[in-house]
């Protein structure tokens, strides 16, 4: 065992080499240490030095008489420093480094810790004081002139508490207090809107790792709002001065995922059009967001499992390597684990990704949320069409209120706006009711409390139910929008056009 003591050398110890009579015998308080019987505890000293003492010119005096008659027993080690001497940070920081070194230094043996608390400013002493209550037990000492005497007397302190059980979860607490208030003065962790307890603690770990140069996976259901949050992440890092793309993995064709990631030259494959840098290369230095990354193909995830562990990517077409420095923020709404074990998405990538899982709860369990959300929306929703001719502001009724609460959102978060935007739209009346708000839903009237208006005393066709449902309503919405296709598809909260065809297709609506 290594039983090593610290201390600062303070004003006291070099007037020691004055020989100001104020002191007494002219030991000073480590001298004192050393003299006294505490000594023999410890076997090796590390004494601190800050420039810029008022008695600086007896400091190389004191060091050689200190070596001269005490490092023959013990091993004496000095370190000067160049702080401001009430700098609670910069004492922190210094009196940490050179324990974590020594512990490195004697990485095969434990070491006993000893700090001597007298020497230098008050804020010096309450760092010994913290560190040995916290990640540093020691012994501590303290030592003081006793003028009947005339000596410096030195004894060990016993402080009767514990950091930990008294003193930690308040300052804990009061930093969550902290971390929150700031969450809501950031611009994009503002544009989450939230009262619930579970949000509040999910965008309290989020906010957490967000400085941390470290990959996050988030998986929720889709409409959760994960491509959001990942844009709050990357805001509150340090790389939030760079930019930062979003790419949908399962918006894009297999034969061009690599080249829109990794780059490509000219000619890399039939049609391609000049040179391209790449997502990696184009934000290199701040984040990239991955939606829906259990799409992408087995190839491109060992390619983007190279470029998170190498920080290389190979451009497609002449293999050229660059380096690349890429925050890989992922989302989906898949189970990863479950496509590992079938083959579908690669092990080691999985791990790599999983730094920090981060699961964005379903609208449905979100509680009061639903309410404040709603709120918002309808907010935006009337403001922007409220210079339109015929238009008719709208409120809440409070059984549309409570039918917002009970419905089971399945669609979530952008399931929620898309209603709201239709009941605005097609509604005459200015309180919107629950009644009139069933007509809108997308997945059908019925609430999940109030179950399916069917006995079952005989077997159902769910999709063809589900089918001309949907058939219905988009043959309202062509009505509604004049036969146009895109303001339809946004009528009806589809992503594109292309979803649209597909689903007039499948209900037999001619084009």
């Known amino acids: 065992m290594k039983k090593i003591c610290l201390s600062w050398i303070g004003t006291h110890d070099l007037n020691s080499i004055a020989h100001d009579t104020k002191y007494g015998d002219g030991s000073g308080p480590i001298i004192a240490l050393l003299e006294s019987p505490h000594a023999d505890d410890f076997d090796e000293l590390h004494l601190l030095y800050n420039f810029g003492q008022p008695l600086e010119k007896h400091k190389d005096e004191y060091r050689r008489q200190i070596s001269k008659k005490y490092a023959k027993n013990k ?77 410096q007397i030195v004894k060990t302190i016993d402080l009767e508490f514990n950091i930990d059980a008294e003193y930690i979860p308040e300052v804990t607490a009061r930093a969550r207090e ?47 709002g994960k491509e959001l949050l990942a844009k709050a992440i990357h805001a509150a890092s340090l790389r939030k001065g760079k930019k930062m793309l979003t790419l949908n993995c399962a918006a894009i064709q297999e034969t061009t995922a690599n080249a829109t990631l990794f780059g490509w030259s000219k000619g890399a494959w039939t049609g391609a059009c000049g040179e391209g840098s790449g997502y990696f290369l184009e934000c290199s230095g701040g984040t990239i967001f991955l939606d829906e990354i259990g799409e992408l193909s087995l190839e491109t995830q060992t390619k983007l499992l190279r470029a998170i562990q190498e920080g290389e990517v190979q451009r497609v077409g002449d293999g050229r390597v660059s380096k690349v420095d890429v925050r890989i923020i992922a989302a989906t709404h898949k189970n990863l684990l ?56 709208k409120k809440l009724s409070a059984s549309a209120r409570q039918l917002l609460v009970n419905y089971p959102w399945p669609g979530n978060v952008r399931e929620l706006y898309n209603t709201l935007q239709r009941v605005c739209l097609w509604a005459d009346s200015s309180i919107i009711t629950a009644e009139e708000l069933k007509n809108y839903f997308t997945h059908g009237a019925q609430t999940e409390a109030a179950g399916p208006d069917h006995d079952f005393l005989f077997p159902v066709d769910l999709d063809a139910i589900t089918v001309g449902l949907r058939k219905k309503y988009i043959q309202k919405a062509l009505e509604k929008c004049g036969g146009n296709k895109s303001e339809t598809a946004r009528m009806l909260g589809y992503k594109n056009y292309q979803t649209l065809a597909h689903e007039m297709k499948r209900s037999g609506i001619g084009s």
């Not at 512990?103 to 309450?126: D, E, L, R, V």
């Not at 969450?183 to 619930?196: D, M, N």
């Not at 990704?353 to 404040?372: H, M, Q, S, W, Y």
């Not at 009337?382 to 238009?391: F, L």
């Open 178 to 224: 902290k971390i929150l208030k700031n969450i809501h003065s950031e611009k994009q962790y503002g544009e989450i809107i939230y009262r619930s307890d579970i949000m509040e603690s999910l965008l309290y770990k989020t906010r957490k790792l967000a400085a941390h140069n470290v990959s996050v996976l988030i998986t929720g259901e889709t409409g959760t």
């Open 338 to 393: 479950e496509l590992v074990k079938s083959g579908k998405f690669r092990e080691d990538l999985y791990y790599r990704l999983n730094v920090f899982a981060i699961e964005l709860p379903p609208l449905r369990k979100r509680g009061d949320d639903i309410t404040l959300l709603a709120e918002k929306f309808l907010k935006a929703i009337n403001d922007k069409n409220d210079e339109i001719p015929g238009y008719v502001i």
């Open 75 to 151: 091993t004496v080690v000095f370190h000067e420093h160049e702080l401001n001497p009430t700098d609670y940070n910069r004492i922190y920081e210094i009196t940490t480094g050179i324990m974590k070194s020594l512990q490195k230094k004697y990485s095969n043996k434990k070491i006993k810790w000893h700090f001597h608390t007298s020497p230098g400013t008050g804020q010096m002493n309450a760092i010994w004081v913290l560190l040995s209550k916290t990640a540093y037990p020691a012994t501590l000492y303290q030592s003081h002139y006793e003028i009947g005497s005339k000596k």
